[in-house]
């Protein structure tokens, strides 16, 4: 029996099949790094900015006659700063320090920025080792009021500033 002349040519397309999924799968995988940077920066900034705007409130403002929920820049600074010490940021590193802003009456913005580094981009000559990733978040404290009955209601306040 004969062979035919074209036998055996998807035998030599296979090695090019599996390297072409190789590098598809490593594409996927560094992509996945970056998402997942992306998603821990933006926890840390919401978690940050959450506590800054329950922890930050000026005294001075809620405490007297008025009832105004204010927030301390300073003290919302330092929240933000004591909450991103104890984070626990998988596989992102942060660069600098973060952008507390007070936007608004009882709002506060949190801006973070960081690298997360490549897993397999890192063999590829030329290519970027590290991907740069953002992370925001604005949190609003809220006034609590009591209706008729005695149940707690909350009133958000009018939005202020843009992060």
Known sequence: MRRR?????ALMLAPAAVL?????????VDSAVVVLGQR???????AAANDAAAAALSDAGFYGHD?????????ASQVVNDVLEQADLRGVHRDGSP?????????V???LTGHVDAIFA??????????????RATAT??????????????EPLPPGGDC
């Open 20 to 28: 072409v999924l190789i590098v598809l799968g490593a594409i996927a």
């Open 40 to 46: 821990e920066l933006s926890t840390a900034a919401t």
């Open 67 to 75: 009832g105004a929920v204010d927030i301390d820049q300073t003290r």
């Open 141 to 154: 404290a809220v006034r609590g009021a009591a209706d008729a009955a005695g149940t707690p209601t909350t």
């Open 109 to 111: 913005c949190v801006r």
């Open 5 to 9: 002349p074209d036998a055996g040519s």
């Open 99 to 107: 952008d507390v802003e007070v936007v608004g009456p009882g709002q």
């Open 122 to 135: 890192r063999a590829v000559p030329g290519v970027p080792r590290t991907h740069t990733v953002h992370g």
